[in-house]
């Protein structure tokens, strides 16, 4: 599976984006995909995850009731949808596929990653 991660950008404070994951292949509904983030000199964190069908979800704490992410699996596209961004979201983000999710969080235990996105958040 190849990933490739888009709609990054510059937005202000309390703005919003929408990032996308497409995948190639043809076994995008068997993964659950997850998103992370890496802030400057930071370790990259987990931000959300969504199960192969959309049928559960987990999210951070830090983007809990501002971030949902969501998948079509007709356009092999999983996506994050970011409101009311803060200057602390400030970050790249990365799509990832897990074949045989267990934490979801753990960044290990994911197979294929996107080349990250850049997103700033300014105040």
């Known amino acids: 599976v190849q990933l490739q991660a888009s709609g990054g950008g510059l937005v202000q404070a309390g703005g919003s984006l929408r990032l996308s994951c497409a995948a190639s292949g043809r076994t995008f509904s068997r993964y659950g995909m997850g998103w992370f983030r890496q802030a400057p000199g930071k370790e990259r964190e987990f931000v959300a995850a969504?199960?192969?069908?959309?049928?559960?979800?987990y999210y951070a704490d830090s983007v809990k009731g501002r971030f949902t992410i969501s998948r079509d699996n007709a356009k092999n596209t999983v996506y994050l949808q970011m409101n009311s961004l803060k200057p602390e979201g400030t970050a790249v983000y990365y799509c990832?596929?897990?074949?045989?999710?267990?934490?979801?969080?753990?960044?290990?235990?994911?197979?294929?990653w996107g080349q990250g996105t850049q997103v700033t958040v300014s105040s």
């Open positions: 969504i199960s192969w069908n959309g049928g559960w979800d």
């Open positions: 990832a596929a897990d074949s045989a999710p267990r934490s979801w969080t753990n960044e290990w235990e994911y197979d294929y």
